[in-house]
């Protein structure tokens, strides 16, 4: 668990690192670097209710298949005499938790994505690729029943202004049942690269 909690604090020193260095000289070209290190973090929201918890003041509280806080980390790719091309891959962990006091309930996977993006201009990102997300595991701390959904692949869209983008994934998990539950979810994404 402690090493959860610095993978957070890993990730606002790596984004910190990569958006200090700011150039006031517009006419200095950037150097061809083919990889970089890439960080980024996510907040997405939607899709269908994959478990419901009732509280004991008689509140319940859903858990959205598309819904949680995301961190990743990878490499971005830059093709040779293609500056306006790249291919970013990465890994990650996202999660999402209950108002519960008394457990810790909570849906948790591990999303794998691959994209190719177009640089329309110096800042404006456009991408498109795939999203897979595994280990997707709901654990209610003991109160209830755990369960696991399969594994799924599906596509991911974004557009991005420096830094920040908004992101569209559309996919759906099953159970063991072979139940679907649509995790479609639109985020709010912050993503770096270094060196810049």
């Known amino acids: ?14 984004l910190s690192t ?3 260095q700011t150039s006031s000289d517009s006419t200095v070209t950037k150097p061809y670097l083919p990889v ?13 209710k994959v478990a ?16 949680g806080v995301s961190i990743h980390a990878g490499g971005q790719f830059q093709f040779p005499k ?3 091309f790249l291919l970013r891959a990465t890994v990650g962990f996202k999660y999402v938790t209950t108002q519960a006091d008394n457990a810790h309930i909570r849906l948790s996977r591990i999303p794998l994505h691959l994209t190719a993006n177009f640089m329309a201009t110096d800042k404006i990102r456009l991408g498109a690729g795939l ?8 654990k209610t701390d003991g109160i209830g029943q755990d ?7 599906g596509a991911i869209f974004e557009v991005a202004y420096s830094f920040i983008g908004v992101s569209y994934t559309a996919m759906t998990y099953k159970d063991k049942y072979s ?3 649509s995790a479609n979810n639109i985020g709010i994404t912050f993503s770096g690269v270094f060196p810049k």
């Open 1 to 14: 668990m402690k090493k959860l909690l610095l993978i957070p604090v890993l990730l606002v020193v790596a």
């Open 131 to 138: 999203a897979s997300h595994q280990s997707i595991t709901f």
């Open 52 to 67: 419901e918890v009732q509280f004991t003041n008689g509140e319940s509280q859903s858990i959205p298949a598309g819904q």
């Open 147 to 153: 369960f696991e959904l399969k594994g799924s692949t």
């Open 18 to 20: 990569a958006f200090a």
């Open 82 to 84: 293609l500056d306006k």
């Open 179 to 181: 139940n679907s539950y």
């Open 36 to 48: 970089r290190f890439l960080v980024g973090a996510s907040f997405e929201f939607g899709g269908d």
